[in-house]
T-cell receptor, first 113, second 115 residues
Framework: AQSVTQPDIHITVSEGASLELRCNYSYGATPYLFWYVQSPGQGLQLLLKYFSGDTLVQGIKGFEAEFKRSQSSFNLRKPSVHWSDAAEYFC???????????FGKGTLLTVNP | GAGVSQSPSNKVTEKGKDVELRCDPISGHTALYWYRQSLGQGLEFLIYFQGNSAPDKSGLPSDRFSAERTGGSVSTLTIQRTQQEDSAVYLCASSLDRLAKNIQYFGAGTRLSVL
């Protein structure tokens, strides 16, 4: 069965600091990989996705993620965090004939001024 | 509208009552999904529609849960005889079709509280 692990439940960073959110997955092949962000009272917004090709993908709001097959990871990064980035971040996978998204438990990001 | 619309945004009900949650997908999207977000379980898949048919109901937690979709558009998730453990945020998503590469766009959800 496929699964996604986000090891960090809660991360606090200072505004302007760099950020890395970790995501590891278990899947029989190379999955399709996604990062979504959820602000309070909002739905999930797609930040970026990886299907194939270049393993470093760029997304919206200055985020990027790198797929590392050898580590089964898809970590999300941002060089300089803004206060508006405070939200919950979810890593998700799907793939092949499996259209269902399997999500990690999420990482709550707090940004200190 | 431009996005996935869900109503109501909040629903408070008493244990044992039935509730209906509505989802209006993005126009032209043939695939529609329901997920549940709860504190203990995170985000879980409930059911998938392709057009008006539901080929995958594998995530529905019990037979108190049912869903339908009419006209290839609006979907209703019904929970009968609600229990406190049904309290969660119910999210609807839609995509162009069922291909895994198609992005799923999410609504803001319905927060259900069962007292």
């Amino acid at each position: 069965a496929q699964s996604v692990t986000q090891p960090d439940i809660h991360i606090t960073v200072s505004e302007g600091a760099s950020l890395e959110l970790r995501c590891n997955y278990s899947y029989g092949a190379t999955p399709y990989l996604f990062w979504y962000v959820q602000s309070p009272g909002q739905g999930l917004q797609l930040l970026l996705k990886y299907f194939s090709g270049d393993t470093l993908v760029q997304g919206i709001k200055g985020f990027e993620a790198e797929f590392k097959r050898s580590q089964s990871s898809f970590n999300l990064r941002k060089p300089s965090v803004h206060w508006s980035d405070a939200a919950e971040y979810f890593c998700a996978i799907s793939g092949g004939s499996n259209y269902k998204l399997t999500f990690g438990k999420g990482t709550l990001l707090t940004v200190n001024p | 509208g431009a996005g996935v619309s869900q109503s109501p945004s909040n629903k408070v009900t008493e244990k044992g009552k039935d509730v209906e949650l509505r989802c209006d997908p993005i126009s032209g999207h043939t695939a529609l999904y329901w997920y549940r977000q709860s504190l203990g379980q995170g985000l879980e898949f409930l059911i998938y529609f392709q057009g008006n048919s539901a080929p995958d109901k594998s995530g529905l937690p019990s037979d108190r849960f049912s869903a339908e979709r009419t006209g290839g558009s609006v979907s209703t998730l019904t929970i009968q005889r609600t229990q406190q453990e049904d309290s969660a945020v119910y999210l609807c998503a839609s995509s162009l079709d069922r291909l895994a590469k198609n992005i799923q766009y999410f609504g803001a959800g319905t927060r259900l509280s069962v007292l």
